[in-house]
């Protein structure tokens, strides 16, 4: 009896911590959108700027339903919130698993976590810079004559925070390239091996995720490719020092 209210504790005790880490993360979250909420109509302005540069003259955006022009920017607010709010999410996911890890494991998780929050954002700032000018671009001149290009508020804040996902995942390369070596499931040059299948995968993912023309396809299959580079160099950085290591202890 003793004995299983011994292994009780602790899991009650992870429990509470769990509970009171994740309090701390939703406080965070919701003083960053407290923070952020009377700049709500300026932050998706500068969401929509993209977009805005290509309308017609003497069109706008619209907002079909009654409540978007008051939910959408709260919306957006709220999506932004979380994202500025990464670096505490990490700081309390990293403090409640790091004390089970492994020394050579908290080495390498913290590191990740920082590079992969690093890339995601980078995927969203090439979107919005690059892709996105490209995009609408494309969309707004390929719409038929008499036609005027009216898009809703909402619609098109689902649409853009689609492709800062999709563009943040595509970044997102290079750790899943690591982990793959550091877990065992490949070796740096079996992946090394199938370079032609990533880089044909690349320009499908291209296809996709842009408009039909070459230009746009080759400016997210190209970084895709470079970036499973990236991740192929370290992971292969990282199998030396692990074999390395390895001599050392024996």
């Known amino acids: 009896m003793a004995e299983s209210e011994e292994q009780e504790q602790p899991f ?76 505490v999410i990490l700081y309390q996911f990293w403090a409640f ?45 390929a719409a038929p004559e008499g036609v005027s290009v009216m898009t809703d508020i909402a619609k098109y804040l689902d649409f853009v925070l689609t492709m800062f996902f999709a563009f943040g995942m595509a970044f997102e390369v290079p750790i899943v390239t690591i982990v793959l070596v550091w877990v065992g499931v490949f070796t740096p040059r079996q992946l090394a091996e199938k370079r032609p299948y990533i880089i044909v995968s690349a320009f499908i993912i291209g296809m996709f995720l842009t408009p039909p023309d ?23 950085l990282f199998v030396r020092k692990d074999k390395q290591r390895q001599i050392g202890t024996d």
């Open 12 to 87: 009650i005790s992870h429990l509470v911590e769990l509970r009171n880490r994740l309090l701390k993360v939703v406080l965070s979250v919701l003083l960053v959108f407290l923070a952020m909420a009377p700049f709500a109509n300026e932050i998706y302005s500068f969401l929509a700027q993209p977009l805005m540069q290509f309308l017609p003259e003497n069109t706008s955006m619209v907002a079909i339903d009654v409540v978007s022009p008051f939910l959408t920017p709260f919306k957006l607010v709220l999506v932004a919130a979380i994202f500025i709010a990464v670096p």
């Open 97 to 141: 698993v790091a004390p089970g890890l492994y020394a050579h494991e908290r080495r390498m998780i913290a590191p990740l976590l920082i590079a992969s929050t690093l890339l995601f954002v980078l995927g969203m700032v090439f979107a919005y810079y690059v892709v996105f000018p490209l995009v609408f671009g494309f969309l707004t001149a």
């Open 214 to 236: 070459v230009i746009s396809q080759t400016l997210l299959a190209v970084p895709i490719w470079l970036l499973f580079e990236t991740g192929l160099l370290f992971s292969r």
